[in-house]
């Protein structure tokens, strides 16, 4: 059964060291499969909050722990103007990945990652006709049997956060098309620092079969209602539990365990598992 652990929103720049060291020690407590970082590795994309980002990843590679992550708005420069149009994500690049749309394959998992981030959006994300194809052309690849998942910064559906409604990513009718004939099972994404579960179908009645998962920011200390957290995934065959670890003052730990189960074509909510440990 393969386990993911899914952070986001990490802000190095706008970070707690505490929450940092804890994260890591908690991924090594649950040893995933494969850490999924879902944007926003800095604060303000400067080359020292790219550099501290860098050290954190090699750490957790160090540990033995395989990472995909894509960038968010905040990792391309906000003030540097003529970086910002000119080379947005050249210190993504040098210090995170050079891969902006990431892909990693393991025994009955297919995990794709997408950029979002855009320089004229500033906040907003949104996807590309390119991006469109290259999501159908990988998923067309991938075993048939699969669990497939993309990782997007931006969630692809506006969602309900500290009671305003946080927005859908640009161009969502292009992405549902794609996710959709793709038959991505599950979407992770961050960006609100609000972590919540969804079956798309309760979203968009068009939305398809995705299991949509959202992360609260991990270490930042900008919180939104929730503290923070982050999310371990384990999916099995015809399940999926979603359990949120979240800050207690000292360390993460686990509290809310969501169990989804496929049934007559769609994601239904089922008996809540006991929290992973």
Known sequence: MPR?????????????????????????????????????FTQRARTEQFREACQFLERLQRAGHEVLGVPGNHDVPLYDVLRRFLSPLSRYR??????????????????????????LTFKDGRINH?????????????????????????????????GDLAPAIGRQELALDAIQEAGVDMLL?????????????????????????????????????QEQSFNCIDVADASVTITVNAWDGNRFVAQ??????????????????????
């Open 130 to 162: 390119d991006q469109v194809a290259f999501i159908r052309d990988v998923f067309s690849r991938a075993p048939k049997d699969s669990f497939r998942v993309l990782v997007t910064h931006h969630p692809l559906f506006a969602l309900e956060v500290a």
């Open 189 to 225: 994404a961050g960006h609100n620092h609000h972590a919540s579960s969804h079956s798309a179908s309760d979203l968009v009645t068009r939305a398809g079969r995705a299991l949509v998962v959202q992360a609260g920011t991990a270490t930042s200390t900008r919180v939104r209602e």
């Open 256 to 277: 809310d365990a969501q169990r989804y189960a496929w049934a007559e074509g769609r994601w239904r909510i089922a008996p809540a598992p006991e929290p992973a440990h």
């Open 94 to 119: 040098r210090f995170i990945d050079d891969n902006l749309c990431p892909f990693v394959e393991l025994p009955g998992l297919a995990v794709l990652g997408i950029n979002t981030a855009r320089s």
């Open 4 to 40: 993911l652990v899914h952070l986001s929103d990490l802000h190095f720049g706008a970070h707690d060291e505490r929450m940092v060291e804890a994260v890591e020690q908690r991924i090594d407590e649950l040893k995933p499969d494969l850490v999924v970082i879902s944007g926003d």
